[in-house]
């Protein structure tokens, strides 16, 4: 499966941003899909996880309460919405992939086999 990740971009602390993942080329129910994001000079960290099926999600507490995870099966999409967003959330932000049980919501970067290419979100303050 390929993912490429849109919807990044420049926005003003508070405001809001929605970023899609589209995959292709593999059966897309087969994967739980997580996002992640990387600052200069920081690990890349867990975001936000939805389980193959869709029924189950995942946050750490660094966004719970201002992010949504949501898949497409339709559309073969996955996206992160993110609201009440600060300068902190300011990231490469990385879709991807892992073959996981039907409602595992994996949220260690070493259990995703498959990442897309990222795309910028800057948060100004």
């Known amino acids: 499966v390929q993912l490429v990740e849109s919807g990044g971009g420049l926005v003003q602390a508070g405001g809001s941003l929605r970023l899609s993942c589209g995959a292709s080329g593999g059966t897309f129910s087969s994967y739980a899909m997580g996002w992640f994001r990387q600052a200069p000079g920081k690990e890349r960290e867990f975001v936000a996880v939805?389980?193959?099926?869709?029924?189950?999600?995942n946050y750490p507490d660094s966004v719970k309460g201002r992010s949504t995870i949501s898949r497409d099966s339709a559309k073969n999409t996955v996206y992160l919405q993110m609201n009440s967003l600060k300068p902190e959330d300011t990231a490469v932000y990385y879709c991807?992939?892992?073959?996981?049980?039907?409602?595992?919501?994996?949220?260690?970067?070493?259990?995703?086999?498959?990442w897309g290419q990222g795309t910028q979100v800057t948060v100004s303050s």
């Open positions: 939805i389980s193959r099926t869709g029924g189950s999600t």
């Open positions: 991807a992939a892992s073959r996981t049980t039907a409602w595992g919501t994996p949220s260690h970067r070493y259990n995703y086999s498959v």
